[in-house]
């Protein structure tokens, strides 16, 4: 793809919106060096691309339409060594990261404009709702052995895999440095990993220890996302590794599918997960389906605290099964976004909440030995003072789940079961 340069409009656009101002968080270098006696100012600012105009740019992405990739919505003004910062750590600074930086800096522009009216703007007190899981439970330890396997050897390491008789037992793993890493004790002698990992030199690491370098904290969080993929298989999803989403396929690749769940303060529905478009005119089918999708990962937000973020999205196949091109799904999805308003999005979530846990206050994710626990008992909310929007009044409850005795008998094995373990490992400890 040949870049295209951006127009001077939409670089006045970026400029005034951005007031000359670094737009990165606690920054607002003027980016405009005064002259001197001896030579005239110098513009030191950069603009840089929130979505890459590029595929295999910082934060690349082949469905976002090429005609938007060089609108001032799509850009945001910042210094040399910030923009710098942002393309070289672009899993850090994300387009969700740069979006809200760029928004939030606007609005300060915005307000810093605005003139001083003789009454101030009453408030009003709101709850913000967010698409976040906290999680209340994780592995303490992650094990880690010899194997003979190279780093990108994963596909040979799953053939050679003893999977567990529990079809609910994850056995995510990682190859680094012709070592294993996985939440399974490879101590015990029928682990999954024991024919594709040595018994002699097996180190077990504690979380916390391994949080402290952000090398470790990577293949930690790795190790959790990874797990999605089995569990999400066993809730008859698949992956798109391209989009990085779980979506739910057709039946048999070519029938309509429906599932049930619970909408909020409602008794449990059914809703279509993957299904063909037709014509209104006619009814005949077209050649396209849609398919419920989200992006599912797990976030360190603050020390010691993890969350599971849920992004609902959509997934476009010609026939049920095969994806459309890149160019065809941008512009399908961002129509469909658009239309999105936050208790429609909220409510998405919901869907996605209600889906993963059977409607239950809870996720499990079993390493045997070990779990991690996502609460769904309902959505994280913080309460916010702010001047709110004329007539933007969209009710959205967000529902609380609570324990029945099997929810609660279930978590209370995984917690027990866990104890249990972690007294042997003090014993062994206490021995050496």
């Not at 003139?115 to 709101?126: F, H, R």
Request: hydrophobic content about 35%.
């Amino acid at each position: 793809m040949s870049r295209k340069k951006i127009s001077e409009k939409e670089i006045k656009l970026l400029c005034l919106r951005s007031g000359g101002m670094c737009a990165f968080h606690n920054c607002s270098q003027s980016l405009v060096q005064e002259g001197t006696e001896l030579d005239d100012s110098v513009v030191t600012g950069e603009i840089a691309h929130i979505v890459a105009y590029e595929s295999d740019g910082p934060r690349g992405d082949d469905s976002f339409p090429e005609e938007e990739r060089n609108k001032h919505t799509n850009l945001v003004l910042l210094c040399r060594d910030h923009h710098r910062l942002v393309d070289a750590q672009w899993r850090t600074y994300g387009v969700p990261v740069l979006h809200a930086m760029k928004q939030a800096h606007e609005e300060k522009i915005r307000a810093l404009n605005k003139q001083d009216t003789d009454s101030p703007e009453a408030m009003i007190q709101d709850s913000l709702h967010s698409s976040l899981l906290a999680v209340s439970h994780l592995p303490a330890f992650v094990f880690s052995a010899p194997t003979g396997y190279g780093d990108r050897e994963d596909g040979e390491v799953k053939m050679a895999l003893h999977y567990p008789f529990d079809k609910w037992e994850l056995t995510p793993f990682i190859l680094k440095e012709s070592r294993l890493y996985t939440f399974h004790d490879l101590r015990k002698s029928n682990n999954p990993f024991r024919s594709v990992s040595s018994s002699s030199d097996i180190q077990m690491i504690p979380a916390q220890e391994l949080w402290e370098s952000a090398e470790g904290k990577r293949r930690y969080q790795t190790l959790l996302n990874r797990s999605l993929y089995k569990f999400t298989s066993r809730l008859s999803m698949q992956y798109d590794p391209k989009h990085y989403r779980y979506f739910f396929p057709a039946i048999n690749d070519t029938e309509e599918r429906s599932v049930t769940y619970r909408p909020p303060n409602q008794r449990r529905s059914d809703r279509k997960v993957a299904w063909p478009q037709r014509r209104k005119d006619t009814g005949e089918l077209k050649n396209l389906w849609i398919h419920l999708a989200t992006s599912l990962r797990f976030h360190e937000v603050a020390p010691l605290q993890w969350c599971l973020s849920i992004r609902p999205e959509r997934h476009f196949t010609s026939d049920g099964k095969m994806p459309l091109p890149s160019k065809q799904i941008g512009p399908r999805s961002t129509q469909l976004k658009a239309r999105m308003y936050n208790d429609l999005y909220l409510n998405e979530v919901h869907f996605w909440r209600d889906y993963l846990s059977s409607g239950k206050p809870q996720i499990i994710l079993n390493f045997g030995s070990q779990s991690a626990v996502v609460s769904t008992a309902q959505l994280l909310t913080f309460d916010i003072d702010w001047p709110g929007v004329a007539g933007d009044v969209k009710p959205f409850k967000n529902q609380v789940y609570t324990h029945d005795l099997f929810s609660y008998s279930e978590l209370m094995q995984v917690l027990d079961g866990e104890e249990e373990g972690y007294e042997e490992i003090n014993d062994e400890l206490d021995e050496i």
